[in-house]
């Protein structure tokens, strides 16, 4: 009976352990993701980058950057841009996007009523 209970006792013992370390292991990975992800949002991108990443034209870029609707930064004559305030802007015009497409249905549907 004995004998059972100090196998009992290590099985679970090892069985804890392998739990704790696991669960370790998950929690260091998903800090290295954080971390990646930060690093990615504070890259600063040169125009060329900028364009290339928003799949736009470079004189777009220039064009959204010349008429300030675009997150940029200016370093002497170089316009510089942050990959985190790309994404927040991209996100933005996506939100906007759906509040117009929204408010467009609502006045629609006000203004053309269903007929009996």
Do not use: C
Not at 1 to 7: A, E, G, I, V
Not at 42 to 48: G, H, K, R, S, Y
Not at 69 to 85: A, H, M, S, T, V
Not at 87 to 92: E, G, K, S
């Amino acid at each position: 009976m004995d004998k059972t209970f100090s196998h009992l006792e290590a099985f679970i013992t090892d069985l804890v352990t392998e739990a704790v370390q696991t669960a370790l292991q998950q929690q260091q990975l998903q800090l290295k993701n954080l971390q990646v992800e930060q690093d990615q949002r504070e890259e600063v991108l040169n125009a060329d980058q900028a364009a290339a990443y928003l799949h736009i034209a470079k004189q777009t870029l220039y064009t959204l950057t010349s008429k300030r609707k675009i997150p940029f930064y200016k370093n002497g004559k170089k316009i510089l841009f942050r990959r985190g305030d790309l994404d927040d802007w991209l996100n933005r015009g996506k939100q906007n996007e759906m509040t117009h497409f929204s408010k467009e249905g609502r006045l629609y549907t006000r203004n053309n009523p269903l007929k009996k």
